[in-house]
């Protein structure tokens, strides 16, 4: 089984001093992916083959979401919220975990951020933008801190080019991000060929 290292913050972000190493399991990640993912989301390359998924619209694709900006997939309706994120210089994530370096002007999904959200998509923004009223259309939540890892693990084997900024790179951390998985249950009602919610980015 391939495994990638990753950084997962322990339960919620509340202090990223408990960020503590962990192993992504990508096999584990995909059959997640399967279980917990699909009726949401899809991976499809850029030609539109879907890769992974039942061609899930409710979020955005997650194909090359690890190391692109929350909310930037061209076309569909995020939340202000995680628009909001993604327009944050990294230093600016009030939860420590957004990815760091010269080379990212911009917040980017990363090994920690992606995980916390994944475990609480409304919390981690509220907290990330220091906003009581943030919120993301996500509302799923990811219940296990080792399958968020797991599923991080999976979605950055479809981002391989993207590369640690330098502080992480030091580190033992592994190359990720993911963008914003928001998918509302309010929009699932709505669920219809054009409906857009939001996931990771």
């Known amino acids: 089984m ?12 509340a202090a990223p001093a408990f960020a503590q190493e962990m192993n992504g399991d990508t096999a584990n990640g995909e059959s997640e992916f ?27 694709n997650l194909h090359g979401v690890v ?7 061209e076309d569909f309706r995020y939340s202000d919220a ?12 009030l939860t420590g975990t957004a990815p760091t370096g010269e080379q990212f002007e911009t917040v980017v999904w990363g090994p920690e951020n992606t995980m916390a959200y994944l475990q609480d998509p409304t919390a981690f923004l509220r907290e990330a933008l220091d906003d009581r009223r943030a919120r993301s259309k996500m509302a799923y939540k990811v219940r296990d801190e080792q399958v968020a890892a797991d599923l991080y693990a999976y979605l950055a084997t479809f981002s391989p080019d993207f590369e640690m900024g330098d502080e992480m790179a030091e580190g033992d951390a592994a190359m990720g991000d993911m963008d914003e998985m928001d998918h509302s249950k309010d929009d699932m009602d709505d669920m219809t060929g054009e409906t857009e919610t939001e996931t990771a980015n």
């Open 2 to 13: 391939k495994l990638f290292t990753a950084l997962a913050t322990s339960t919620l972000l």
């Open 34 to 60: 399967a279980r917990q993912c699909v009726s949401c989301h899809v991976i499809a390359d850029e030609s539109g083959e879907v890769i992974a998924g039942r061609n899930g619209r409710i979020g955005p």
């Open 67 to 73: 190391g692109r900006a929350p909310g930037a997939v």
């Open 82 to 93: 995680i628009v909001a994120y993604g327009e944050l210089a990294p230093e600016e994530d």
